[in-house]
């Protein structure tokens, strides 16, 4: 068993253009791979910021709002929490608090979203290279049941030719087609995507799962956040 050990930490994002998001937590920007304590969301910026605890949440209703030039404090254990300015307009923050190792996160009881039960929404970023396969091991605490995939760009992907393929450790694809293209994505939209058929290869392990992107050129640019709907298991 793993002895709780709060260590502070502090995330400071200079600029957060219209659109875009920030994700602190598992799979995040600036990753603490830890459960998050005692958060403080400064809003250093002009415009107000939204705070979820996953991507439908910053799409919809469901998230706190930071007005400009405030505080808003948290209390965990939190798996992740995304970022995004309310209006069309570039907005800077700031993070601080306390995160805890995984083991004592699970045995404190980790708050991943605002679902019920054992369904749950995971947010996270996917890493980029320009001309470059890149790919990103989704990391969870325990094994699951994957029930959606969302995507979602502030800014659609552009270049030659981005697309991105979801599959098992083993290698097996988990998407009904070969892949996806990137650059069908619409700014500032959560797209799904759609999961194959064979439904026996959506229960996977803690890192099981691995999306990777494929950039053909080097003037490719791309930023991409997603949001997984899991069952725990």
Known sequence: MTTPRPEPYFFHNASLASGAVSILGPNGD????????????????????????????????R????PAGTMLPLEGPLNSLVFKTNTAAVSTFSVAGQRFYPNSAVQG?????LDTGRNRRWPGRLAFVANTTTATTVKLRS???????????GAAPAGATITVAVADSRGRNLLAATNFDL????GGTLTTLTL???????TLGPEDLVI??????????????FELTVTEV
């Open 30 to 61: 600036d990753d603490p791979a830890r459960a998050l304590e005692d958060v403080v969301v400064s809003n250093t910026g002009a415009t107000a910021l939204r705070v979820a605890y996953d991507l439908t949440g910053t799409q919809g209703s």
């Open 63 to 66: 998230f706190l709002l930071v």
């Open 109 to 113: 009881g980790v708050k991943p979203s």
């Open 143 to 153: 094994k699951f049941v994957l029930g959606a995939l969302k995507l979602y760009a």
């Open 183 to 186: 650059e069908t994505l619409v």
């Open 196 to 202: 194959t058929a064979s439904t026996d290869l959506l």
């Open 212 to 225: 990777t992107i494929t950039s053909t050129d080097a003037g490719d640019t791309c930023s991409v956040a």
